[in-house]
């Protein structure tokens, strides 16, 4: 399990990091006001919650960086994750259960003109919120988790470093090779060599080597 810490942590945060981004392109809410018309506005994600997409683009990179830090940056990182988490959880679960007049004040304004979330306030019949606040407010819940597994495994974690090591590293040193050979003594063909000098000088000195 530990050997698969890091590549779930990695998983799970840049998960939540994508799918925070998405939702910020999705319809939140959408609120019918006092007109004539009763006609509906959709107010995209990242106009019910301005700090969603930064957030969640935060998220990816933190995952992304994830992977190749050393052990004290794991532990700022999964704290980090779980400090976000919890920001984004709150936020996103007031607008789940109370659907705020400030979510969709912005997309009122730009369609009327009229600001001030009082006067906002005065021309909306009604807000109801589409199935991606609840979906985002479990991701933030799982980013939570997630911090609280890197916090939770990081010392475990293998070093980045070893899966980079060349075949050189594990060569041995020309000293250290020296070194070898002149503890494991003469190899066969040495002592070859060094009886043909031996029979070379006796046949010099006038001597028979095959006697």
Same mark, same amino acid.
């Given at each position: ?30 609120? /019918? #006001?006092?007109? =004539?018309?009763?006609?509906? @506005? ?7 919650? $301005? *700090?969603? %997409? ?27 994750? /779980? #400090?976000?988490? =919890?920001?984004?959880?709150? @936020? ?7 659907? $705020? *007049?400030? %979510? ?108």
């Amino acid at each position: 399990m530990i050997r698969r810490a890091r590549l779930l942590a990695v998983a799970a945060m840049v998960l939540c990091g994508a799918l925070g981004v998405i939702s910020s392109t999705q319809t939140w809410l959408t609120v /019918v #006001l006092q007109d =004539g018309a009763r006609h509906a @506005l959709e107010v995209p994600g990242a106009s019910a919650l $301005p *700090v969603l %997409a930064p957030l969640s683009l935060a998220v990816l990179a933190l995952g992304a960086a994830l992977s190749i830090v050393g052990l004290v940056l794991r532990y700022v990182f999964g704290a980090l994750a /779980v #400090l976000i988490g =919890g920001i984004l959880a709150w @936020l996103t679960a007031r607008i789940v259960f109370e659907h $705020p *007049v400030s %979510a969709v004040a912005s997309v009122v304004t730009e369609s009327t003109g009229i600001a001030g979330e009082s006067s906002v306030a005065k021309l909306v019949a009604s807000i109801d919120a589409t199935a991606w606040p609840a979906v985002t407010l479990v991701v933030w819940i799982a980013l939570i988790a997630a911090g609280g597994f890197v916090l939770a495994t990081a010392h475990g974690w293998s070093r980045t470093g070893r899966r980079y090591r060349t075949d050189d590293d594990s060569q041995p040193s020309p000293a250290a090779a020296s070194r070898s050979r002149a503890e494991d003594g003469p190899r066969p063909h040495d002592a070859a060599g060094s009886r043909a000098i031996d029979d070379w000088d006796d046949l010099s000195r006038g001597g028979d080597p095959t006697a």
